[in-house]
């Protein structure tokens, strides 16, 4: 199943259809609709938030989707798929992949990563695993761990990697060059030159949001580039 999967995304893009409640295209009907715009300019995977989301968006397209559960809780700054619960509910709503957090970070469960994931590989071992990391070296703890793949999703939105210019293609040249598993570019690709300069770096795919999914970002981009008198 790896290998398939694996293949069918091997060089293409993936685009990120996720909104918030608080943005204005909150909607699982939405998001079904802009994964099928993405599946007809080329995309050759989504990755998708909710269980509801994902639902929709696999009556829409027939590609493989990525998915995660973006859930906050008091006392933890990990909410990317942060326990059991969330896998659980992920597995029902049938990604091909699933993505979490893997920063050494504490979870609400009182659990790191490490402690965490060999649960998880032990009561789902066949299904397949994307490590949304911050550093380089949350990347080599994931594999070691048995993830499937590895992405940059976080570098950047962690205390410890705040202020680093995204897309980090030193952490990619690294990952790349040091990894067994396939590596993702995620985070902070803006540009077409950006994404070739991602995947001069030897990623297996890319990632791409917020540049191709959310309408209200981009517009602001553009507002912000008019000078002022």
């Given at each position: 199943?790896?290998?398939?999967?694996?293949a069918k995304i091997k060089r293409g893009l993936i685009v990120s259809c996720q909104?918030?409640?608080?943005?204005?295209?909150?909607?699982?009907?939405?998001?079904?609709?802009?994964?099928?715009?993405?599946?007809?300019?080329?995309?050759?995977?989504?990755?998708?938030?909710?269980?509801?989301?994902?639902?929709?968006?696999?009556?829409?397209?027939?590609?493989?989707?990525?998915?995660?559960?973006?859930?906050?809780?008091?006392?933890?700054?990990?909410?990317?798929?942060?326990?059991?619960?969330?896998?659980?509910?992920?597995?029902?709503?049938?990604?091909?992949?699933?993505?979490?957090?893997?920063?050494?970070?504490?979870?609400?469960?009182?659990?790191?990563?490490?402690?965490?994931?060999?649960?998880?590989?032990?009561?789902?071992?066949?299904?397949?695993?994307?490590?949304?990391?911050?550093?380089?070296?949350?990347?080599?703890?994931?594999?070691?761990?048995?993830?499937?793949?590895?992405?940059?999703?976080?570098?950047?939105?962690?205390?410890?990697?705040?202020?680093?210019?995204?897309?980090?293609?030193?952490?990619?040249?690294?990952?790349?060059?040091?990894?067994?598993?396939?590596?993702?570019?995620?985070?902070?690709?803006?540009?077409?030159g950006q994404l070739q300069e991602a995947f001069a770096c030897g990623i297996h795919a890319a990632v791409v949001g917020t540049a191709i999914t959310r309408p209200r970002?981009?517009?602001?981009?553009?507002?912000?580039?008019?000078?002022?008198?």
């Open positions: 199943m790896k290998e398939e999967v694996a909104a918030l409640p608080t943005e204005p295209l909150y909607s699982s009907y939405i998001m079904g609709r802009m994964a099928y715009a993405a599946m007809e300019g080329g995309a050759v995977g989504i990755r998708a938030n909710t269980p509801q989301d994902i639902v929709e968006i696999k009556k829409t397209v027939d590609l493989p989707v990525i998915g995660l559960y973006k859930v906050v809780t008091e006392g933890s700054d990990v909410y990317i798929t942060p326990t059991m619960a969330e896998i659980d509910a992920l597995m029902e709503a049938g990604p091909d992949i699933i993505a979490l957090d893997a920063t050494d970070r504490m979870r609400a469960n009182g659990m790191t990563i490490s402690e965490f994931f060999p649960q998880v590989r032990e009561k789902y071992p066949d299904m397949l695993f994307m490590a949304d990391c911050s550093t380089y070296e949350d990347a080599v703890r994931a594999q070691e761990l048995g993830f499937d793949f590895a992405g940059t999703t976080l570098c950047g939105y962690t205390k410890e990697t705040e202020g680093t210019e995204i897309p980090c293609y030193e952490m990619l040249r690294k990952m790349c060059g040091n990894l067994n598993i396939p590596v993702i570019a995620e985070g902070g690709i803006w540009e077409r970002d981009i517009t602001r981009r553009f507002v912000n580039a008019i000078p002022k008198q």
